[in-house]
């Protein structure tokens, strides 16, 4: 069974980081890309960051841009989203999700929550002091 679980979600300050973690069991993470989306409360949801299936691409939202960073351990089978400089508006459900052959003929990741078809549980974020 292909499973994503995230963990790393919690409360922190404004300012502050947190690291989420997305483990992929029954399936090696090493041909997929994974991406991060979230989902705030009366909100739909968006993407955060992507990385591609051979980790030499990223992708981030306007919103992550410089403050957040997407990483792969392929030997741990496990992607990372390392937040820093969280404000409230970061306060949501992080989702991570996989996705085979779906980076661009360039090897681009991208963040179209409709192209991976492996989610996570989701973990929850929020940013408050």
């Known amino acids: 069974q292909l499973r994503l679980v995230e963990s790393g979600g919690g409360l922190v300050q404004p300012g502050g980081s947190l690291r989420l973690s997305c483990k992929a069991s029954g399936f090696t993470l090493d041909s997929y890309s994974v991406a991060w989306f979230r989902q705030a409360p009366g909100k739909e949801r968006e993407g955060v960051s992507c990385?591609?299936?051979?980790?030499?691409?990223?992708n981030y939202a306007d919103h992550a841009e410089g403050r957040f960073t997407i990483s792969r351990d392929n030997t741990e089978n496990t992607v990372y989203l390392q937040m820093n400089n969280l404000t409230p508006e970061d306060t949501a459900t992080y989702y991570c999700a996989a996705g085979s052959r779906i980076d661009t003929p360039l090897g681009m990741c991208v963040m179209l929550y409709w192209k991976y078809n492996t989610w996570g549980q989701g973990t929850r974020v929020t940013v408050s002091a």
């Open positions: 990385i591609s299936t051979t980790g030499r691409m990223t």
